[in-house]
Structures are given as C-alpha cells and as structure tokens.
C-alpha cells in the first residue's frame, strides 16, 4: 500500500485588473458638470454605489479638481482630460485633471475670511484625499492628481 500523501495547491486569485476611465470635457462649466456626472456613472459599474462614501469622495474630488481646471486652467479652444482609475491592489482610486495651462499650479490659500466667496476648493481636495499633488502634463500643461481610498 502507497502511503504517499498527495498535496494540492491553489494558486492565488490573480490580481484584478486596473479598472480605467479616460475621457476628454470641454473646459466649460458644463464639462466639468459632466465630468462628475460620469465618474458617478463609472464609480457604479465598479461597484461602488453613488451614495457610498467612496463614490461621494470621488464625485466631490472630480468637481473640484475638474472646476478647477476650467476656472484656472482653461486655454481657448483646448478641453481638459479627467482620468480615473480604481487600483485594486492599493486599494485606492486615482483621480486626474490635465488642463493646457502649465503657468497657474494650485495653491491652497494662505488665509480666508467668511466673506470670501471663493478659494475653499482645494482645502475640501486637501481634506477628502489621502494625497494629492500636480505634475507636468507632455507636450503641455500640467495635472493635478488626488487619490482617495477605495475599500
């Protein structure tokens, strides 16, 4: 009789996939309504329903970044580009803005008063994203990207 032991291994579930989403808005106040609106749309096909936390983390992010974009950013006859990305592994969801203006970087502002109307945008960026930031965009412009977590 063969007392051999036979062992079986699984092999680990394969990672999943990046799940993505490129799409290109005219730099108007209505593209960067549109741009929300599909991240919602998108956050949902991912799983994420729109009232979870994390789809209303990544719905205000993508308004003030995408608001942003078309208020500081905008450059006659140029759109700007949102890109969302659900990375799995880290568990996180990459937002990024890419508008044609490469001379005006966000900056939160050094101080503000009740009276102020305007320039609470990047604190509520600062506040939502577990870290944010900006880099050049090739041929030109910039990016400016936050994530946000995705459990």
């Known amino acids: 009789m063969d007392n051999t032991v036979l062992k079986t291994t699984t ?3 394969p990672e999943p996939e990046l799940r993505e989403l490129t799409q290109q808005f005219p730099a108007t106040p209505r593209g960067a309504r549109l741009a929300r609106r599909l ?5 949902e096909e991912w ?3 729109s009232a979870s936390d ?12 995408a608001s942003n974009a078309v208020r500081h ?4 006859g140029r759109d700007f580009r949102l890109r969302l990305a659900c990375v799995p592994s880290t568990r996180t969801i990459r937002i990024e803005v890419s508008d044609a203006r490469e001379d ?8 503000l008063t009740a009276d102020d109307e305007s320039g609470r945008g990047l ?6 994203a577990i870290r944010w930031g900006t880099s ?8 400016v990207w936050a994530e946000c977590g995705a459990p």
Do not use: Q
Not at 39 to 43: D, E, K, N, P, T
Not at 136 to 143: A, E, H, I, L, N
């Open 136 to 143: 050049p965009r090739v041929p030109v412009g910039k990016t």
């Open 47 to 49: 799983g994420y329903p």
């Open 54 to 65: 994390a789809s209303c983390t990544v719905a205000l992010l993508v308004a003030e970044l």
């Open 123 to 128: 604190l509520l960026v600062d506040l939502l």
């Open 39 to 43: 991240a919602v749309r998108r956050m």
């Open 104 to 111: 005006r970087l966000p900056a939160i502002p050094e101080a």
């Open 11 to 13: 092999a680990p579930d």
């Open 73 to 76: 950013g905008r450059v006659p």
